[in-house]
């Protein structure tokens, strides 16, 4: 029989295809198939690739607006003109469905956030200008940024971090999760057709990689998203070298029904909420405070809904989600669950892991949660909703506000003053009403407390990617 030998994927570095000696499986998490092997930097890689996007640096960092704007348009059309092909790959290595909130979705996310990022400007700011002088404050890039991505949403992350640090001015080392790096290396490697060499190189191996960079002396910057332990060791590491960071941590997003919110109209909007790419989302509801006087027809409706969606393998066009990413999130979703049911909550739907292969487990919703259960305390990252009982508005919002994290939240009414007077009392970077999750290329997004430092996104996004350089004159 013939065997077929997995695609071996390569670095690319300065617009070329870097082999490596050392490689490991990305596994299908639908299947456990072999999806193609990753390359293992080794650090004399890595300097490479630093002395690679430093060396471009010389030339980009003095390229003018109009250039650095057509060339990030050149992004989102390349991005556009081999969507297929990415969303097919995404689908393998990450597990996504094709449909859905899934890669093809990803996919035209990381396109307008391509197109939106290339139509912001960095103008000159006029402090003063009088007979006595004028004052005039510049952006100007940092230097070779350094782009460490998780396995949630690969493609659409490293476009949110590269497309604004190229947009600067900057040059790029970018590092996908081990986990998910294979879209993310073909990506890099589909968009140095259209980039000048060297301003865009990928790096992969494993999570000392990502210690290699944010301790590398020609970094100036690391953008990180990843969990909240992981960023608190980028940040200790990057210090020594004072690098600059925008760090996007995890959450553990509350949303508070009011007592008026009619159950049946929100139950679809609050599912995806928290079901969103199959709950491993960072910014997804992880935690649903209900008033008793509809808490049992809430439950009953979003269990009717959960019912409606198709589980499977998500290169089947009729799967609206699809496995659990890898085993340790899989295994951590079901110590969760089983420690809930053994703290005496509901399982109303799904809680039963199911026979292999691939790491499905079904969609969860889990009653009579109350603060303290792990459930509800720790992020899941998993297709799993607490839902716990109130009787005081106050100590709902007290609740919400109780944990160390602050990502997003959201409050949910009939009348949306109501609401909205709950939504602006949340600690959290992003705060919604009667609607969760929804981000804009336009709106910066970022945490407080402990799932963050900075922002993305937008004007005070793009701004991160630059120093204040102020020109008297
Ligand atoms: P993770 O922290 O395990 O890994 C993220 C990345 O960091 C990977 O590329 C990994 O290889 C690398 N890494 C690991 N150890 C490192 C180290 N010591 N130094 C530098 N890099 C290192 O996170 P994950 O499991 O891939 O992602 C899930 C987490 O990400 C969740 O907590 C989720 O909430 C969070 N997240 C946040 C956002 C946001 O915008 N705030 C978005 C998506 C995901």
Redesign the pocket.
Known sequence: MERVVAKQYDLIIGGERVATSEHFEIRDPGTGDVVGLCPVATKEDLDRAVASAREAYRTWSRSGDQERKEAVDRIADSIHANMEELAQLLTLEQGKPLNGLGSRFELHGAEAWARHTGTLDLPVEVLHDDETGRVELHRKPLGVVGS??????PIL?AIWHVVPAIRAGNTVVI?????TPLSTIRMVEILNDVLPEGILNVVAG??????M??SHPDIQKIV????????R??MQ?ASETLKRVTL????NDAGIVLPDADPKAIAERLFWGAFINNG????ALKRLYVPGNIYDELCEALVDYAGTVRVGHGLDEGSILGPIQNR??YDKVVDLVEDAKRSGARILCGGKASEGPGYFYPVTIVADATDGMRIVDE?Q?GPVLPIIRYTDLEDAIEQANGLDVG?GGSAWSSDVDKAKAVAARLECGTAWVNNHGAIKPFAP???VKG??LGV?FGDLGLKEYTSVQVVHQ
């Open positions: 460490i991505t998780p396995w949630n949403f992350i590092k996908p999760s081990p986990y494993r999570d000392d990689l990502g210690q960079m944010t990180f998203t990843g969990s909240c332990a992981t960023g060791k980028v590491s996007e941590l995890g959450g491993q989302t960072c910014a340790m999130q992020e990252f990502l997004f970022g945490g799932s963050g993305e």
